[in-house]
């Protein structure tokens, strides 16, 4: 009897929608990605490339495009939905009535909703009105641009639902894409939002010319605001030493293919915000999570002062001179405070 392949369905196609697109293709799967533009389906289709986010890469013939958000989802196995975190209840409110009952839901976003503070998952079970048993994550130091050019990475992949987990694992995993299994949606969730806000802080730090130390120092102390904050929420503190702590937050603080830390640099540089918005091009999440995990810090009563002082200069318009001083002169403490 032959097997049936996997159907796997991307609402999405900007650069990480895509990349994913192509893993999940690569690893076997029949791939459909939804987009709004007719054009980029069309270039897809019959280009075999998204000439917005990867021209002259050219995509597998397994994937294809759709602006019709019933075509895509029909009969898929795994949903994976990788729109910027801000826009998903509104976007999934209208697709939630198409999927299929049994279909996994999967999420590639790495924010935390303004107003209800609310983690990308619990969204997804909230809207879509799923258990949690059949929510997933897939986080980790994978900047989509190295993934599509088939260069070594590893990922986690998140349920709680071990065996969802490792269903999910099977259908993504590829020669240069590496995914390991987790149970802790909390923890590997939180370390894909905050790394974005750390890696605007270690952007302006490197705009600013501060130097290595001040790079390290503040990846160091960006992941201790992490852990303080994953605990007093339930995650396992061994979850941000793993790839979707330790190792997002160090792709994301020293690439120049992030695009959180090329926004902090620029603003670091003594661009104005919208200046900074004006020259990028695709969606830095941190600049409107920073709010939103400041928001679930306060929420938790965790001290997170790096979060607070990105807060203060994207959203307040401190300078960022200022702000340095104010955060280099807080109250001597113990490191494991």
Same mark, same amino acid.
């Given at each position: 009897?032959?097997?049936?392949?996997?159907?796997?369905?991307?609402?999405?196609?900007?650069?990480?929608?895509?990349?994913?697109? !192509?893993?999940?293709?690569?690893?076997?799967?029949?791939?459909?990605?939804?987009?709004?533009?007719?054009?980029?389906?069309?270039?897809?289709?019959?280009?075999?490339?998204?000439?917005?986010?990867?021209? =002259?890469?050219?995509?597998?013939?397994?994937?294809?495009?759709?602006?019709?958000?019933?075509?895509?989802?029909?009969?898929?196995?795994?949903?994976?939905?990788?729109?910027?975190?801000?826009?998903?209840?509104?976007?999934? #409110?209208?697709?939630?009535?198409?999927?299929? #009952?049994?279909?996994?839901?999967?999420?590639?976003?790495? =924010?935390?909703?303004?107003?209800?503070?609310?983690? !990308?998952?619990?969204?997804?079970?909230?809207?879509?009105?799923?258990?949690?048993?059949?929510?997933?994550?897939?986080?980790?130091?994978?900047?989509?641009?190295?993934?599509?050019?088939?260069?070594?990475?590893?990922?986690?992949?998140?349920?709680?639902?071990?065996?969802?987990?490792?269903?999910?694992?099977?259908?993504?995993?590829?020669?240069?894409?590496?995914?390991?299994?987790?149970?802790?949606?909390? %923890?590997?969730?939180?370390?894909?939002?905050?790394?974005?806000?750390?890696?605007? #802080?270690? =952007?302006?730090?490197?705009?600013?010319?501060? %130097?290595?130390?001040?790079? =390290?120092?503040?990846?160091?102390?960006?992941?201790?605001?992490?852990?303080?904050?994953?605990? #007093?929420?339930?995650?396992?503190?061994?979850?941000?030493?793993?790839?979707?702590?330790?190792?997002?937050?160090?792709?994301?603080?020293?690439?120049?293919?992030?695009?959180?830390?090329?926004?902090?640099?620029?603003?670091?540089?003594?661009?104005?915000?919208?200046?900074?918005?004006?020259?990028?091009?695709?969606?830095?999440?941190?600049?409107?999570?920073?709010?939103?995990?400041?928001?679930?810090?306060?929420?938790? %009563?965790?001290? !997170?002062?790096?979060?607070?002082?990105?807060?203060?200069?994207?959203?307040?318009?401190?300078?960022?001179?200022?702000?340095?001083?104010?955060?280099?002169?807080?109250?001597?403490?113990?490191?494991?405070?």
């Amino acid at each position: 009897m032959t097997r049936q392949p996997v159907r796997a369905a991307v609402f999405g196609t900007g650069s990480w929608g895509t990349a994913f697109g !192509m893993v999940l293709a690569d690893a076997g799967c029949e791939v459909t990605l939804w987009g709004r533009r007719t054009e980029v389906a069309d270039a897809i289709n019959n280009g075999r490339t998204n000439p917005d986010y990867f021209p =002259g890469v050219e995509l597998p013939p397994s994937l294809r495009a759709t602006t019709d958000p019933a075509e895509a989802a029909e009969a898929a196995d795994f949903t994976v939905l990788a729109v910027p975190s801000q826009t998903l209840r509104a976007n999934l #409110a209208a697709w939630a009535p198409l999927l299929p #009952a049994d279909t996994v839901l999967v999420s590639l976003m790495k =924010g935390v909703e303004l107003g209800t503070a609310k983690r !990308m998952s619990e969204v997804i079970e909230e809207v879509a009105k799923a258990p949690a048993e059949r929510v997933a994550v897939v986080t980790g130091p994978n900047l989509a641009k190295e993934i599509v050019a088939r260069m070594p990475a590893a990922a986690v992949v998140a349920c709680r639902d071990e065996s969802v987990a490792t269903r999910l694992q099977s259908v993504c995993h590829t020669p240069y894409f590496r995914p390991y299994t987790n149970t802790d949606v909390v %923890g590997c969730e939180l370390g894909g939002a905050v790394k974005n806000v750390i890696g605007l #802080a270690v =952007g302006i730090a490197d705009g600013m010319g501060l %130097g290595d130390n001040a790079k =390290g120092s503040l990846i160091t102390r960006g992941l201790a605001e992490t852990t303080r904050l994953g605990l #007093a929420m339930g995650a396992d503190p061994l979850t941000f030493a793993g790839l979707a702590g330790l190792g997002d937050l160090v792709a994301t603080c020293s690439s120049p293919l992030s695009r959180n830390h090329t926004f902090g640099t620029n603003l670091g540089r003594g661009m104005t915000l919208q200046e900074t918005i004006a020259v990028t091009k695709q969606t830095a999440e941190g600049v409107k999570s920073c709010e939103s995990v400041a928001d679930l810090a306060r929420r938790h %009563g965790v001290d !997170m002062p790096i979060t607070d002082t990105v807060v203060d200069i994207v959203h307040h318009g401190k300078p960022p001179i200022v702000a340095l001083k104010e955060l280099m002169s807080r109250s001597a403490k113990p490191e494991r405070r």
